[in-house]
């Protein structure tokens, strides 16, 4: 990776420092350890000497400058800093950073590492450096400003020349690269930001620090911010604001019309979608986490540590949720349908403003009208609506004849609480959770359903299964095995961080280093 930077920061420390302590050259080293540059040339130039490669080098401890402080401005974890004069005459003969000295204070550290050289004063005659860009291509750096500079890792190749007449000044500091992601409103959208020490380790593990944006001391060029699509298609001063940072936009349904509508090609933009069915599949600033909604509820979940009880009696045969009908005519088609049963069982309704029964004195969100937004509430449940009543009815986000098993939280809720369910989703939805490694209940229930593309005939055959449910009986010993079963996999925690680090982590940062 390569990356120009700017270096907000009073230079004039390192500028005025007595550097006529040192003298030293690299050829020693760089003949041995980099033979197969020189090869390619027939073999190290006999012209370069210890008296035309030399530099003047400072090395500043965390005692004489505030690493911290630095880091912070940079969002990276700086490990050490020096300062370098090449006096007129001098080069830095082509080579590539080999980070002897991080490898050595950090041997068992994997984490990615780079150099930065800032240079500090504005440019002068006969000063420049060639370097290899992302494509390999070379460059040179001239008629630069004091702070700016670059960036780069070990699969650069550069030289540094001064054939000027005044000394040539650059600061370097060597660091390990984190990438460091600010987030505002949407802090409850982005799963990394949770106080459990798992995630924040695994964000670590990786490079990744999150960060409030009201957090940040200085926001430098080289932060991400995070925002929800919501907040993305609200945004547009915000992100004016920054206009050298890069953006996540995270959380979306790729077929949901609002949703992909907002997606753009701009590579300062890296998109998360919650599915596989955007039609934009080849674009390098996308990424699809089909477990998005099964990581994001299981911390809902293990914040709240709903109380699960499956010995109580049922007082009902089922349990129906509905916020949206509006712009979802398919489910006011299932509700037409239903409508004989729905005695039989809890539910709710967004459109006509019918909600769910307050059981439990602790309930703190039991009215959700059409129009709510509030993510505390979308996400609450009662759970003496779950162990009051035998299965969940499940009304999926989507309903589309020609997608394939699509799941949000709506599905993962009664395999938290425990709960046998059937789903009215996309053809597909339970053969889909099988591949994940649930087990769904064709031991209690028809499951035919899930295949048929007709609302008509999976409401025909949900029905049939309400009312062969016997509600004077609890689970039979089978039944709650798969119960057993799908909540210790629901929390499994290891699969956790191997699905954020499939579909989040790795995507992200290789979008974020390119």
């Given at each position: 990776m390569i990356r120009s930077i700017f270096f907000d920061y009073d230079l004039s420390k390192f500028l005025n420092a007595d550097y006529d302590a040192h003298y030293g050259s690299c050829i020693s080293y760089q003949k041995v350890e980099q033979e197969d540059?020189?090869?390619?040339?027939?073999?190290?130039?006999?012209?370069?000497?210890?008296d035309n490669t030399r530099i003047q080098q400072i090395w500043w401890t965390s005692n004489d400058v505030d690493y911290k402080e630095i880091g912070n401005i940079l969002g990276m974890e700086v490990v050490t800093i020096s300062a370098i004069l090449q006096p007129p005459g001098n080069v830095v003969t082509l080579h590539r950073d080999t980070f002897f000295k991080i490898k050595k204070l950090y041997p068992h550290d994997n984490r990615k590492k780079v150099r930065a050289n800032i240079y500090l004063e504005d440019w002068q005659v006969?000063?420049?450096?060639?370097?290899?860009?992302?494509n390999k291509d070379w460059q040179t750096s001239t008629h630069w400003k004091a702070g700016e500079g670059y960036m780069w890792d070990s699969d650069h190749l550069h030289l540094s020349a001064n054939a000027g007449l005044t000394p040539k000044y650059t600061y370097r500091y060597l660091v390990f690269i984190m990438t460091r992601i600010v987030y505002e409103g949407a802090s409850k959208v982005l799963f990394f930001i949770n106080a459990q020490p798992w995630l924040k380790e695994l964000s670590n593990k990786h490079d990744l620090e999150f960060i409030a944006y009201n957090k940040v001391e200085k926001i430098t060029s080289n932060d991400i911010f995070y925002l929800g699509f919501s907040e993305y298609a609200n945004s547009h001063?915000?992100?004016?604001?920054?206009?050298?940072?890069?953006?996540?936009?995270?959380?979306?349904?790729?077929?949901?019309?609002?949703?992909?509508?907002?997606?753009?090609?701009?590579?300062?933009?890296?998109?998360?979608?919650?599915?596989?069915?955007?039609g934009y599949i080849n674009a390098k600033n996308i990424t699809f986490a089909e477990t998005f909604w099964w990581t994001q509820y299981f911390l809902i979940a293990d914040t709240y540590r709903w109380p699960i009880d499956?010995?109580?009696?049922?007082?009902?045969?089922?349990?129906?949720?509905?916020?949206?009908?509006?712009?979802?005519?398919w489910?006011?088609?299932?509700?037409?349908?239903?409508?004989?049963?729905?005695?039989?069982?809890?539910?709710?309704?967004?459109?006509?403003?019918?909600?769910?029964?307050?059981?439990s004195s602790s309930n703190e969100y039991n009215d959700i009208s059409e129009n709510e937004t509030d993510f505390d509430?979308?996400?609450?449940?009662?759970?003496?609506?779950?162990?009051?009543?035998?299965?969940?009815?499940?009304?999926?986000t989507f309903y589309d004849e020609t997608s394939k098993g699509f799941t949000t939280e709506k599905t993962y809720k009664p395999i938290y609480m425990n709960h046998p369910f059937m789903i009215i989703s996309n053809p597909g939805t339970l053969?889909?959770?099988?591949?994940?490694?649930?087990?769904?209940f064709d031991n209690i229930f028809r499951e035919s359903y899930d295949n048929m593309v007709s609302i008509k005939e999976k409401v025909k055959i949900i029905k049939s299964n309400i009312k062969n449910i016997n509600r004077e009986k609890r689970y039979d010993t089978e039944t709650l095995a798969r119960l057993k079963h799908n909540n210790r996999?629901?929390?499994?925690?290891?699969?956790?961080?191997?699905?954020?680090?499939?579909e989040i982590i790795y995507p992200l940062k290789e979008w974020a280093n390119d």
């Open positions: 540059i020189h090869s390619t040339v027939g073999g190290f130039p006999k012209s370069y000497h210890e006969g000063h420049f450096i060639n370097y290899q860009d992302e001063d915000f992100i004016k604001k920054y206009p050298d940072n890069r953006f996540i936009i995270g959380g979306g349904e790729a077929f949901d019309p609002f949703f992909s509508s907002l997606y753009c090609n701009d590579q300062r933009f890296f998109f998360l979608f919650a599915d596989k069915q955007h499956t010995s109580l009696p049922n007082h009902k045969h089922f349990l129906m949720q509905a916020r949206s009908i509006k712009n979802k005519p489910r006011k088609e299932v509700f037409d349908k239903m409508l004989d049963i729905l005695p039989m069982g809890y539910y709710s309704r967004g459109d006509i403003q019918k909600s769910l029964p307050r059981l509430k979308l996400m609450y449940i009662d759970p003496m609506w779950y162990n009051t009543s035998y299965c969940s009815v499940v009304l999926e053969k889909k959770l099988s591949q994940w490694g649930f087990v769904t996999h629901f929390c499994n925690q290891e699969i956790i961080r191997d699905n954020i680090t499939r």
